[in-house]
């Protein structure tokens, strides 16, 4: 059974850094693509970022810069590391398991909330 | 770079059928595969429609997809609304420069 438990989130001040995880089962992240989407609260879903089976890496304009995904391959765990936080990052951070062909996400995680706030 | 747009907000009675629009701004709704994904209120998304048309196993036959090239846009169909269908739905599709892209989210209501 596939599963994506994320952890991390809490509480951080502007310009702060911080790192979020997703503890992966049931399948290997790094034969797989793997994203981070977040969700404002109260907004609609946002592509962060995605690490593709190869390693490539690729970011929203909004994050670019800032945020790095990355993966521990014997952990079988995803990161992402989010530097000069702003209070527009607010969002509950969702990692996410891409399909087989890439195109869509199949399986996503619980979430974990960064409340981005002085 | 594209976007994608859905209505705000949906309502509709049980029994019946809601159409929820997702318009693409610019290039061809057909060059990349449409998605839907369910929301219900604190919890995840899950997929009930992949590749433009396709259902997840699990999914009812109640949910369908369908892309319209002269209007640029997909459709999410529901027919015989449950009460459980009350959640908002997301469409989504993949722009050719390695970026995912989400509609801004249809709120369904079933009264």
């Known amino acids: 059974e596939v599963q994506l438990v994320e952890s991390g989130g809490g509480l951080i001040q502007p310009g702060g850094s911080l790192r979020l995880s997703c503890a992966a089962s049931?399948?290997?992240?790094?034969?797989?693509?793997m994203s981070w989407v977040r969700q404002a609260p109260g907004k609609g879903l946002e592509w962060v970022s995605v690490?593709?089976?190869?390693?490539?890496?690729y970011y929203a304009d909004s994050v670019k810069g800032r945020f790095t995904i990355s993966r521990d391959n014997s952990k079988n765990t995803l990161y992402l590391q989010m530097n000069s936080l702003r209070a527009e990052d607010t969002a509950v951070y969702y990692c996410?398991?891409?399909?087989?062909?890439?195109?869509?996400?199949?399986?996503w995680g619980q979430g974990t909330l960064v409340t981005v706030s002085s | 770079n594209f976007m994608l747009t859905q209505p705000h907000s949906v309502s509709e009675s049980p029994g019946k059928t809601v159409t929820i629009s997702c318009t693409r701004s610019s290039g061809s709704i057909a060059s990349n595969y449409v998605q839907w994904y369910q929301q219900r209120p604190g919890s995840s998304p899950t997929t009930v429609i992949y590749e433009d048309n396709q259902r997840p196993s699990g999914v009812p036959d109640r949910f369908s997809g369908s892309i319209d090239s002269s209007s640029n846009s997909a459709s999410l169909t529901i027919s015989g609304l449950k009460t459980e269908d009350e959640a908002d739905y997301y469409c989504?599709?993949?722009?050719?420069?390695?970026?995912?892209?989400f509609g801004g989210g249809t709120k369904l209501t079933v009264l």
């Open positions: 049931g399948f290997t992240v790094s034969s797989n693509y």
């Open positions: 690490i593709y089976s190869g390693g490539s890496t």
């Open positions: 989504q599709s993949y722009d050719s420069s390695n970026h995912w892209v």
């Open positions: 996410a398991k891409h399909d087989s062909s890439g195109w869509y996400f199949d399986y």
